[in-house]
């Protein structure tokens, strides 16, 4: 099988884990609390909030033939890709604040800075800048695989059981299916980064598969790195 | 300075991935931590991991043992200054040895009072652990640990550890094709020190037959060959055996070491702080160890939070020469840990030394009361 099923695959079988999750069914059927909502909301604002420097990272180990597109990613996080761009990061203050959550936003921020500060500041396992981009590209990628799978699912859930409104869930419209295009590409990225960085494909699925051992959507929206409101 | 409070709280921490050995198959920690508060208002921490096909301790055993007979003991005390390092000894004499039917030794009970003692007296007085353990190296260096598993599965698992640069390795055994299963180690890891462990699942011959099959494959030592008993069979061994032997389940107190010594039935002593009882009892051994000729490894249990981890850090530091060290295993095998600071290992099994009062941790107590599945109080006095 080559490298990009395996990764597909993993990333698949990621996406149906968190599907399968009653915490995901909840907010779905409306069964979860308004705090649950909270939580989720809160959990992706700081998820997602530092992503531009993530992607910046990124980009800046980008080999020449991923480096168009992780620029463009770049570019759409920091909204300049076009004129009527707006930055991811202001259309997740949108989300909290349009879920009522934005006397919480500088909480939510300091959390998402001390995640980049762990990021930086942890002992690292791996001996490489190459590896450890690996990893980052891999958990990246993967939650775009995700979101272009399931955002308008989420924006959905918050729209009809939360009663959020359309402007404040364009975060999740922006990452919804017509992103699958973007998925693919970063599917496409993480191969070409593992080619061009001349990995074996047994070094390059041992990083993948660490880096996925655990549900990083679970954990990172119900699990262990949620907020605790 | 008094203790005026304290409160254990049983931890049921979810790891990453199921660990497994020859005795056990864990998914989830089993540990004890112990919050301890002075006449200051100031906190200490401290854990144990009760292993009871170790020492006979299981977590409610050590609930009830801390909160009716070890903490209360402690309230009712002055406690003495903690300056240097022959200072260390005076909280171990404080924690009464009461025997207790089927339990070989308390040690998880008294390491995490004992530690959470020394952090309460050491963050009071805005002094390190590092002032009664001095470190004699800027670094220490973990080894990995292979969990037992399918030939495949090993092999996955050495390949992990061949990225994150570990270069001592152990891998556990006594569960069937452990010839295949280290040669599988071996041939992803062809330069790497490889010890095994067979947490005592062998007998004397099987033992024998098969350290001679793994000896061809460079193995540096067998853990805990045959099961804590009777340690002749073990001298025996270790006279026929072309590698090195080392001791674990069969040390777990002093008189264990010099019957060990005595009876030359070994060439390394695996000291764990909660198996053995805590820093200054495994100073102590160690230092025996190390007057009679034979090598130490500072040991952990699996499952170890921040608190043992912080700990060992700071034994492993200052214990010289010390052949291994195991832990520090963090998130790397918990699903999260109880303290602000990470203070797993890195690419090389490498992990600095702790600065700051006490541990140099900081628990959080919001997550440890997160994973809590008891607690008990020992009021103020």
Known sequence: ?229 | MRIVSATAHALRIPFVEAFAHSARERSCSDSVVVRVVDDAGVEGWGEGAPRPYVTGETVDFMLRHLAESLCPRLLAVDLPPLCVPADLPAIDALIPDTPTPGVLSAGASRAALEIAVIDCALQRADRSLAALLPPVRKKVVYSGVITAGSRDKVAEHARRMKLIGLHQIKIKVGVGDDVERVRAVRDVLPNASLRVDANGAWTPDEALRTIEELAPLGIDAIEQPLPRGDIAPLGALRRQSPVPLMVDESLVTMADAEELIAARACDFFNVRISKCGGLARCRAIARRALEAGIQVQIGSQVGETAILSAAGRHLAASIDPLAFTEGSYGTLLLSEDIAAETVRFGHRGEAPLLGGAGLGIHVLEERVRRYATNTVTVPAV
């Open chain 1, 1 to 229: 099988m080559s490298m990009r099923k395996r990764i597909e695959g993993l990333f698949d079988r990621q996406v149906a884990d968190l599907v399968a999750r009653q915490e995901f069914q909840d907010l779905e059927n409306g069964r979860a609390s308004p705090q649950d909502y909270d939580r989720f909301v809160a959990s992706v604002v700081r998820t997602h909030l530092k992503s531009p420097q993530l992607v910046a990272f990124l980009y800046a180990l980008a080999p020449p033939r991923a480096a168009d597109h992780l620029r463009h990613n770049l570019l759409e996080e920091l909204g300049i890709e076009d004129e009527a761009g707006v930055a991811h990061p202001s259309l997740l203050e949108d989300l909290a604040r349009g879920s009522g959550l934005g006397a919480r936003l500088a909480e939510f921020e300091a959390l998402a800075a001390s995640d980049i500060r762990k990021f930086a500041g942890d002992p690292l396992l791996y001996g490489t800048l190459r590896d450890v981009g690996l990893a980052a590209l891999c958990e990246v990628t993967a939650f775009e695989f995700m979101l272009s799978r399931l955002a308008s699912r989420f924006a959905r859930a918050l729209a009809s059981r939360r009663g959020l409104s359309a402007a404040s869930l364009r975060w999740f419209t922006h990452h919804s299916e017509v992103d699958v295009r973007h998925a693919e590409q970063g599917l496409d990225d993480l191969v070409e980064y593992i080619r061009a960085y001349e990995f074996s494909e047994e070094d390059a699925w041992t990083i993948v598969d660490m880096t996925l051992r655990e549900n990083v959507f679970v954990k990172r929206y119900f699990g262990e790195m949620s907020v605790r409101l």
